[in-house]
T-cell receptor, first 113, second 112 residues
Framework: GEDVEQSLFLSVREGDSSVINCTYT??????LYWYKQEPGAGLQLLTY?????DMKQDQRLTVLLNKKDKHLSLRIADTQTGDSAIYFCAEIARGSTLGRLYFGRGTQLTVWP | DAGVTQSPTHLIKTRGQHVTLRCSPISGHKSVSWYQQVLGQGPQFIFQYYEKEERGRGNFPDRFSARQFPNYSSELNVNALLLGDSALYLCASSPIARQGYTFGSGTRLTVV
């Protein structure tokens, strides 16, 4: 559960959809999370998905999980300038230290008006 | 409801000094974790405490220590500070281990 990979940058135009991708290495991961970090701030939990699910939707956010490819994605519909931030994918591996989240390096999302 | 609160928000220390960072979890949350986030990186796990016991430690030197109090608040202590300890230190709390963790706004530590 130590290698969570994300692309570093994504730019979209306001009103378009954003898709942020993440790959993880631990096939036994139980929970997978998406966090948002605005400049100078802490982490805001956006959503999480349990490993026995394929999809989860929450308002403008859709999480897709492909367990075979160990691929997680976050789709933001109707992206707004306020969505500009760094987005982190994180996992908790089955059997790992309780509460130990493994984070990717984060994807910087820039939304252009 | 108050979220996870951390103090201080910013701190400047000199190499070799000691620092104590504090965290108050959300009321009712018994699990507290500490993370270090260096600029440009994702957070790295330092410690987790659950019901006042250490349940996990990341790959950090013994200069880093922590404890959890009966009211579930927590302190992170770092001795003999190095320039490389400059980072955002984040505290996270959860009602049950493995559920979604709620993070505080962090303490920005600068070592000069």
């Amino acid at each position: 559960g130590e290698d969570v990979e994300q692309s570093l940058f994504l730019s979209v135009r306001e009103g378009d959809s954003s898709v942020i991708n993440c790959t993880y290495t631990d096939s036994s991961s139980t929970y997978l999370y998406w966090y948002k970090q605005e400049p100078g701030a802490g982490l805001q939990l956006l959503t999480y998905i349990f490993s026995n699910m394929d999809m989860k939707q929450d308002q403008r956010l859709t999480v897709l999980l492909n367990k075979k490819d160990k691929h997680l994605s976050l789709r933001i519909a109707d992206t707004q300038t306020g969505d500009s931030a760094i987005y982190f994918c994180a996992e908790i591996a089955r059997g790992s230290t309780l509460g130990r989240l493994y984070f990717g390096r984060g994807t910087q999302l820039t939304v252009w008006p | 409801d108050a979220g996870v609160t951390q103090s201080p928000t910013h701190l400047i220390k000199t190499r070799g000094q000691h620092v104590t960072l504090r965290c108050s979890p959300i009321s009712g949350h018994k699990s507290v974790s500490w993370y270090q986030q260096v600029l440009g990186q994702g957070p790295q796990f330092i410690f987790q405490y659950y019901e006042k016991e250490e349940r996990g430690r990341g790959n950090f030197p013994d200069r880093f220590s922590a404890r959890q109090f009966p009211n579930y608040s927590s302190e992170l202590n770092v001795n003999a500070l190095l320039l490389g300890d400059s980072a955002l230190y984040l505290c996270a709390s959860s009602p049950i281990a493995r559920q979604g963790y709620t993070f505080g706004s962090g303490t920005r530590l600068t070592v000069v």
